[in-house]
């Protein structure tokens, strides 16, 4: 490609390097029968013709199928039908050619183009400089921060864009985009980024709940979920995980929703601090931080976590509860706030 040789690559599109080529073999061994790929890929193809009939009788059963993994050869697809960019697509058909062909605000267009080397560059659809991949995921956020002007474009964008462009064509990945920010994680990438600050106060609230020990320590060193959760949320785990474990996780937030990545969050932080082995080496928030910027490799394993996730007893219901009262919470210390603001103001 362009002069240059060509480069191994594992079945996700990402580089192999020669002395981890035999490895990476012996890990790519196919564990599921050819036969059970094609009855999968099958279910899945049949759920998508008929997609309204197994959304409103059958949800159970997409969710089964998500939990299990999407064939990978029919994930691009499904991935729009769980988010219905679909729909939008069908809505709204020439809006991705029109806003292509828009030159944009170029100071939102330069902060992209400063992105795009960044984004994967192992992987081969955006390996090359300028290649037909860099230039897809340059569309796609373009597109965005026309289509969103109150949003413009933030650098947590292009992993969820590049993400969605290594399974769909780009006006597929544009509506995919555009879902996600509405209606998964809106006001993530808001002006603030209050959003986020509201969900690390519920991450906050479910340690609590769930892990003491854990909500102990972070309370005690201060530390502020934003600190570590940040990249987690807002990429969605994809410059966190293993890529097999990335996919599943993917699987599971399109049919689910954004409780998948708490889910995830908490059995991260137990696997790194739920021991009081683990905490006595975390005298400060430096260590605290390391740890969990440094997961063992076994606790992010497809194998180990995605079976975790499933078992996690956590509901839409139990989330919505407490963001209601982290947003709750929030109010009466803002209000606190400006009342002291306004004592301190009289008394000048």
């Not at 080397?117 to 340059?138: C, I, K, T, V, W």
């Amino acid at each position: 490609m362009n002069g240059e040789a060509h480069r191994a690559c594992d079945k996700y599109g990402f580089f192999i390097e020669e002395t981890d080529l035999e490895k990476q073999k012996q890990r790519e061994i196919v564990t599921v029968s050819v036969e059970v790929i094609l009855k999968r890929e099958k279910k899945w193809l049949h759920m998508c013709d008929n997609w309204d009939k197994f959304m409103t009788k059958k949800w159970k059963k997409i969710r089964d199928r998500c939990r299990k993994g999407i064939p990978i050869s029919v994930r691009g697809r499904a991935w729009t039908f769980l988010c219905a960019a679909y729909k939008q697509r069908i809505r709204y058909p020439e809006l991705y050619t029109q806003l292509s062909e828009q030159i944009g605000d170029e100071k939102i267009n330069d902060e992209i183009r400063k992105d795009l080397n960044r984004q994967f560059p192992s992987h081969e659809m955006f390996a090359e400089n300028n290649g037909f991949g860099q230039q897809d995921l340059y569309g796609v956020l373009k597109a965005f921060s026309i289509v969103k002007p109150d949003i413009g474009y933030c650098q947590g964008q292009a992993p969820l864009a590049s993400v969605l462009l290594m399974h769909m064509p780009a006006e597929d990945a544009f509506w995919s985009l555009v879902q996600i920010c509405d209606h998964f994680i809106p006001g993530y990438f808001s002006p603030g980024l209050e959003a986020i600050q509201i969900h690390g106060a519920v991450l906050n609230g479910f340690l609590k709940r769930f892990y003491p020990p854990i909500y102990k320590l972070m309370k005690k060193q201060n530390i502020d979920p934003v600190l570590y959760m940040t990249e987690w949320f807002m990429c969605i785990f994809s410059r966190t995980l293993p890529w097999p474990t990335v996919l599943r996780v993917w699987d599971m937030f399109f049919c689910e929703g954004i409780v998948v990545v708490f889910k995830v969050a908490l059995i991260l932080m137990a696997c790194a601090l739920g021991e009081s082995s683990q905490r006595k080496q975390c005298p400060t928030m430096y260590e605290t931080l390391h740890s969990l910027r440094n997961i063992p490799q076994k606790c992010m394993s497809e194998e180990f976590l995605i079976e975790k996730v499933i078992d996690f007893e956590l509901s839409i219901r139990d989330l919505e509860r407490e963001q209601h009262l982290q947003i709750l919470k929030r109010k009466k210390q803002k209000e606190a706030l400006l009342k002291e603001q306004r004592k301190r103001n009289a008394s000048k």
